[in-house]
């Protein structure tokens, strides 16, 4: 029999990001079980995404210090909720489960757990959360931009490693819970970047490896040459970002299965063919991670403009030169939220939730 204590987890985590939603197998259950003790469930539901220290939360909910202290321990490096280390100060907050403690399990990941997530994605999570609401956006490989253009500093790989002072890089969770499952791609692995205090977290509990700015770079050349398409966190001011692919990746594989991906995410710009150039040799076809392109009857490349998410992967191995990636129109262009937090504020509005936790909503 399955504790009341996970039922109000589900709805707790259901609050926040993407959702947690419930499922008629109850695979969601099974995920949560495997995840949390009935006391760390417990705990919790007394967390909101508001950072405190162990003694404040303590406090609030009238409990021993000491005893919450040592079970948040636990929560973290289990990855079930984020800590921020300052100094001796050290504060604790609820995480989602995507992007949050899903992602956090990299370092213990198991077989169990991947066909778990797997079951949860196919049944639940990849149509009622990434499908709807992807927590990433799509910006152009570096080398796709036409750098005449007034590009957004948000939407230039570069430019957004330049504003970093502090960067990690890890291995991408999708990738490692595929390739439990041998279902995995050939792409690189270790691809996926934090910052600033993301990039503590990862590397406080052993997930992730602080590098310099050059070796970012270097990192993401290597990404466009193998054709992963760059994902920061959907902010301007990223916390990270990851390098996907349409084989591995919960969100490319989630909205490539709806007719129009384009709608699902947020991007400024597509790919257009030029005809006169093109030589139909399908390059652009093998590199786009969205299947957006085709070969028409006139032995043209073809860009079905519902489906392109413009990466402009296809831009930079076309031997003809016959790809380009051009802006959108100013009514169709959207910028993203200003931080991360104003960005989960905005996804609960437009989702009907709340970020209070609704232990606290409730005593209201």
Not at 177 to 192: F, H, M, R, S, T
Not at 205 to 234: H, N, T
Request: net charge negative.
């Amino acid at each position: 029999m399955i504790s009341n204590v996970y039922y109000d987890l589900r709805e707790q985590l259901d609050q926040y990001s993407l959702g947690f939603p419930a499922t008629e197998s109850g695979v969601e259950m099974k995920i949560l079980q495997k995840l949390f003790s009935e006391k760390e469930a417990d705990l919790y539901l007394n967390l909101g995404m508001m950072l405190e220290p162990p003694e404040d939360i303590a406090r609030r909910i009238g409990r021993d210090t000491e005893d919450v202290s040592s079970i948040l321990t636990g929560m973290f490096e289990k990855g079930l909720i984020f800590r921020l280390k300052k100094g001796d100060t050290i504060k604790y907050g609820a995480a989602p489960f995507v992007v949050g403690s899903f992602e956090y399990q990299l370092k213990d990941l198991d077989k169990e757990f991947a066909e778990l997530f797997d079951q949860y994605l196919v049944e639940a999570f990849g149509k009622e959360g990434i499908a709807r609401m992807a927590p990433l956006r799509t910006i152009p490989v570096n080398k796709s931009i036409d750098h005449l253009w007034p590009v957004a500093p948000y939407e230039d790989v570069k430019k957004i490693f330049e504003a970093k002072d502090k960067i990690a890089v890890s291995r991408c969770i999708c990738r490692v819970q595929q390739g439990l499952l041998d279902k995995g791609c050939d792409k690189p692995v270790e691809v996926c970047f934090q910052f600033g205090s993301h990039a503590d977290y990862y590397v406080d509990k052993g997930m992730g490896r602080y590098i310099s700015r050059e070796e970012a770079l270097g990192i993401i050349d290597k990404c466009e040459e193998d054709g992963l398409v760059p994902q920061p966190f959907m902010s301007q001011d990223a916390g990270g970002m990851c390098n996907c692919c349409g084989d591995c990746c919960g969100i490319l594989r989630s909205i490539k299965l709806d007719p129009k991906p384009a709608e699902r995410v947020l991007s400024n710009y597509y790919a257009a063919v030029d005809a006169d150039a093109c030589s139909a040799c399908e390059t652009c076809m093998d590199r786009c991670q969205m299947e957006a392109i085709k070969i028409g009857a006139n032995d043209v490349a073809e860009v079905d403009r519902d489906r392109c998410i413009g990466c402009g992967l296809c831009v930079t191995t076309c031997p003809s030169e016959a790809m380009s990636l051009q802006s959108k129109s100013e009514q169709e262009r959207q910028v993203p939220p200003a931080t991360a937090k104003e960005y989960m504020m905005q996804l609960a509005a437009a989702r009907g939730k709340s970020l209070i936790p609704l232990s606290v909503m409730k005593k209201q």
